[in-house]
Each structure stands twice: as C-alpha cells, then as structure tokens.
C-alpha cells in the first residue's frame, strides 16, 4: 500500500490549530504543558511540517476543551 501525504490537508489542520489555540489566547508553551505534547512538535504541526497522529488530535481537543471534529472543519481560515 502506498503512503499517501495530503500536504494541503496537513497544512489547513495546522492552521486551524494554531487558530483554536490563539483563539483561546494560549500560547504553545502552555499547550505543550496542557497536552503533554512537545511545543516543538506542536509548532511543526502548526506550520504544516509533520503529518500528526489521531492521538494527538484527541489530547489537543481535551486540552482546548473543544470537539475534536472542529479540527477537521476548515471553512473558516
């Protein structure tokens, strides 16, 4: 099976991302410390560099308090 990589997604996903978390005027530091996810790895995902698991996407719904479906909505960026 080949590995596909849908580098647009990837970036409109880090996009809004960064979006929910500014929108909650957190910085990437304090989302690290609430997630227990790296801020370098959050700050590569933010900039579209890394393709993030649906782990991680679970851990950033819980520490923004959101529903993890609102990361996969991209009408609004």
Same mark, same amino acid.
Do not use: C, W
């Given at each position: ?21 500014? &929108?909650?005027? $957190? !910085? ?6 609430? @997630? ?5 790895? /959050? ?7 890394? &393709?993030?698991? $649906? !782990? ?6 819980? @520490? ?5 479906? /609102? ?7």
């Amino acid at each position: 099976m080949k590995y596909l990589k849908d580098e647009k997604f990837i970036i409109q996903f880090g996009k809004k991302l960064k979006k929910l978390r500014e &929108n909650q005027r $957190i !910085s990437q530091e304090q989302l690290a410390l609430l @997630s227990g996810v790296s801020q370098s790895q /959050i700050a590569r995902t933010e900039l579209g560099l890394i &393709n993030t698991s $649906i !782990s991680h996407v679970s851990v950033y719904a819980k @520490s923004l308090k959101v529903s993890p479906m /609102i990361f996969f909505d991209f009408s609004d960026l």
